[in-house]
Each structure stands twice: as structure tokens, then as C-alpha cells.
């Protein structure tokens, strides 16, 4: 059986007598048309290895596979085994399967230090978390294409002085080159979610920042949104308030959202 002989999605699930776990945030992506549209935006072709968490019944994983690319793919509910079993045997070994926890799951012995991207279809619940840890943790993608819901991808992409401008989008464009590439309906999933979906592309930078100022960084911004309201000099204050923006140059009467991805990697510089 090759990957063209496969039969459709449904089938295979409906065959299976699986559904959507909601306490996993799952809800499948049976169009091909968006699928193989994401593998493209994420710019994978054949030889290039990808890492995607959580495929479920492998509708993004076939996408990816159709480009050439060799596939590892993590998923944490085991009742998807036996279909990405298949999905395995079709793709002639392009595709490996982890029974594991994103979370927790040590993607750079994954990469086996090679070049590698990072493509899903997030589930809602971990999409947050999961992006924090590439972009500071040890694993070094060389791109991350992304699905969330569309509120977090505005998030990543915002602009200072905006309402969706927040810790979020400091840590994400501080590491990396971020662009909200696609969005899709609620229609388009099963079962449907409440919110729109978006895709975002990040690139990270090539000269990746130190561990000690990306901790430092993940510090200031989470003390400076914990109290977006107040002044810096008050938000800050246990880290040093009014003496720390000095040091920075920074006016401690300004609010976190006014502060720039520049001003706030001088704050973190400045502890």
C-alpha cells in the first residue's frame, strides 16, 4: 500500500470507532486542500525532516508526507497508533511515530542534531506552552509553522501599544521572525471548534540569544504583563523598580505595552 491508496480520513476514523477527546483539545483537519496548503507555506520538500505534534489520524502528516519529507511525528493518545501505524507502512518508512507527551518530549534527541522543522496542527490546550519551550528550550528548529486559535496567533504577531500585544509576542519576536500566514474557518474541522484558527510562521534568528537572557527575558515580561495596568516602577518592582529602568534607560513611568522588543531585552540585560 502506498500513501495514493490510502482510503479517506473519515473512513479510516469511522473504521476505527475513534472521535475527538475533548480533554485533548482535538479536532481533526480532514481537508487536504488546507493540509497540503500548510506544507507549502512551511516550505518542506524532500529529504527535509519535520517534527509534528499531535497528528491524530495523520490528515496534516499525509500533507507533509506527500512532499518527500521524513516525518516524526508525536502523539499522545495512543488510541491513533494503529492508524499511524498504516500511515508508516504506506509512507515506506518516511514516517516514525513517538508515543509521548509534547511537553515533556526531548525533540533535539529527535532531531539528532540535524536540520529540522516544526509543523502542527496544535491542539488549543498546549499551543502556548509548546511555542515558549522552541523558542527557548535547547531544540533549535529551523522554522515553526504553527496552528492555533486566531486570538493566539495575533497574539505571537502584535505590535506594541496594541491589546493583544503581551508577554507572548515579546518572547516570540525576540527569538524569531513571526508572520500570521493563514487563516481557517471552524468549518473546516471535526468537530468544529468555537473560534477561527490561524497559521503562523516563525523563522528563529540565527544568532540565537543565551540562555541567561533568554531566562532573564521570560523574568521581566512576566512580571511587567502580571501588572500591565501599573508603571514599570511599580510592576518591576521586585526586580528592581525604578533603579532597574534606569539602568536600562527606561522611563519608569511607562506601561509594559508602550515597551518595544529592543527596550524590553535592555531590561533584561540590565538583571
Not at 24 to 41: E, P, S
Not at 193 to 213: E, G, I
Not at 223 to 243: D, I, P, T, Y
Amino acid at each position: 500500500m502506498t500513501l495514493d491508496d490510502l482510503p479517506p480520513l473519515r473512513d479510516t476514523l469511522d473504521g476505527h470507532g475513534l472521535i475527538a477527546k475533548k480533554s485533548f483539545g482535538q479536532h481533526f483537519l480532514f481537508d487536504l486542500n488546507i493540509t497540503r496548503k500548510i506544507a507549502r507555506l512551511a516550505g518542506v520538500g524532500a529529504g527535509d525532516h519535520v517534527i509534528e505534534v499531535g497528528p491524530g489520524p495523520g490528515g496534516l502528516t499525509r500533507a507533509l508526507l506527500e512532499t518527500g519529507a521524513q516525518v516524526t511525528a508525536i502523539e499522545k493518545d495512543p488510541r491513533f497508533l494503529p492508524l499511524l501505524e498504516e500511515l508508516a507502512q504506506a509512507s515506506g518508512g518516511a514516517l516514525t511515530v513517538h508515543l509521548d507527551d509534547a511537553l515533556t518530549a526531548d525533540e533535539a534527541a529527535l532531531a539528532a542534531g540535524g536540520p529540522t522543522a516544526v509543523v502542527s496542527n496544535l491542539p488549543y490546550n498546549v499551543g502556548t506552552p509548546l511555542l515558549i519551550k522552541w523558542l527557548t528550550g535547547r531544540f533549535q528548529p529551523i522554522s515553526l509553522t504553527l496552528m492555533f486559535q486566531k486570538e493566539v496567533a495575533e497574539r505571537i504577531v502584535a505590535a506594541p501599544g496594541s491589546d493583544a500585544y503581551g508577554r507572548l509576542a515579546v518572547i516570540a519576536q525576540a527569538t524569531a521572525d513571526a508572520k500570521l500566514v493563514m487563516e481557517v474557518s471552524p468549518r473546516a474541522f471535526t468537530p468544529p471548534p468555537k473560534v477561527t484558527s490561524a497559521v503562523v510562521h516563525l523563522v528563529p534568528h540565527a544568532a540565537r540569544l543565551d540562555q541567561a537572557l533568554l531566562d532573564a527575558l521570560q523574568t521581566i515580561t512576566a512580571a511587567a504583563f502580571g501588572q500591565r495596568r501599573k508603571m514599570l516602577r511599580s510592576s518591576l518592582k521586585q526586580l528592581g523598580g525604578e533603579s532597574l529602568c534606569e539602568k536600562a534607560r527606561i522611563d519608569p513611568s511607562r506601561r509594559a505595552e508602550t515597551l518595544d522588543v529592543e527596550e524590553f531585552l535592555s531590561l533584561a540585560k540590565a538583571i
